[in-house]
C-alpha cells in the first residue's frame, strides 16, 4: 500500500510507514464524509505530548547521553503536528516517552550500584576495624 | 480508574522523591561530601558531558551562590526556569485537572536546543582557553 502522508510504497502488512513513520493502520480506511454538507467545526489544536521537559531533565540532570534521543523524538512529535501528522506525532510522543523512561530507568539503576558500593565500602571499613 | 490511581501513585512518590532529593542537595555538597554519585560520563570516559556539574549547579543554586552555580554549569541555570514551569504545570495538571498554559515550541527551536547541548558538551572539554572555562567551576577556579 502507499503511505496517504508521503506516498512511500510500504508492504501491506505494515503499521507504519517505512519512511515518515506514519500510522498506516489507522490511516488506511479513509473514509469520506464529504457528502451531506454539514460543516465540520475546526477542533481545538491537538495537543501531543513531547515529555521535553523530561527529555532536558534526563540529559542535563542524569548526565545521560540516552536523554538525546528522547530530544530528537520531542523535536519530531512538534515539527510532525506543524505538518497536520497526528498520527506520526503520537507515535514519535511514544517514542520520546520510552527513552524518557530509559533515561531514568539507567539513572536509577546507577544510584542503586552506587549505594550498593558505598554499603560494601562501609561494611568491609567495619570489618578491618575488628 | 486502576491506571488513574497508578499514575497519581507514580506522581505522589515523584514529588516525594524530588522534595527529598532536593532537601538533601541544598545540605550536603556534591563536590565534597560523597553522598551523590558521580557523573557516570565523567568517571568511565574522563570527558564532561552536558550535565556534568548540574548536581554542583543546584547545590551552588539552593545556597543562594548564584555565580557558583553559573561556573558549575551554566546550561543548568538556563533551563531551570522553563524545566520549573514545564514540571509545575505537569504536576498542577495532576492536582486539578489543567495546567498552565502551554507554548508550543517549533520543531527548529527543539533541534536548535538539542544542538546546543551537544555543542557545549563538546566544547567544554577543549582545552583551548576561552573554552576551558566552561569546564564545571573553571569560571571561578573552584
Sequence with gaps: ?130 | MALIAHKRSVWLLAAIFGTAFAVMLRFYDPATSGVFPPCPVHYLTGWYCPGCGSLRALHQFLQGNVRAAWSMNPLTLIFLPFLSYGLASRALAEIRGQGLPRVFLPAVWIRALCAAIILFGIVRNLPLHPFDLLAPGAMLGL
Excluded: E
Design chain 1, 1 to 130: 500500500m502507499f503511505c496517504t502522508q508521503c506516498g512511500a510504497n510500504n508492504a501491506d502488512t505494515a503499521i507504519v510507514c517505512v519512511q515518515c513513520g506514519r500510522d498506516l493502520q489507522a490511516s488506511a480506511p479513509p473514509v469520506p464524509l464529504q457528502t451531506t454538507g454539514v460543516v465540520i467545526p475546526p477542533g481545538p489544536p491537538v495537543q501531543v505530548d513531547n515529555y521535553l521537559v523530561f527529555a532536558i531533565l534526563a540529559t542535563v540532570l542524569c548526565c545521560l547521553p540516552a536523554g538525546i534521543p528522547a530530544i530528537v523524538y520531542a523535536a519530531q512529535v512538534n515539527s510532525k503536528l506543524q505538518a497536520g501528522d497526528v498520527a506520526g506525532a503520537q507515535l514519535s510522543s511514544k517514542n520520546a516517552k520510552m527513552w524518557c523512561w530509559i533515561s531514568f530507568g539507567l539513572f536509577f539503576a546507577g544510584v542503586g550500584v552506587y549505594i550498593i558500593l558505598i554499603m560494601i565500602g562501609i561494611a568491609s571499613g567495619i570489618f578491618h576495624q575488628n
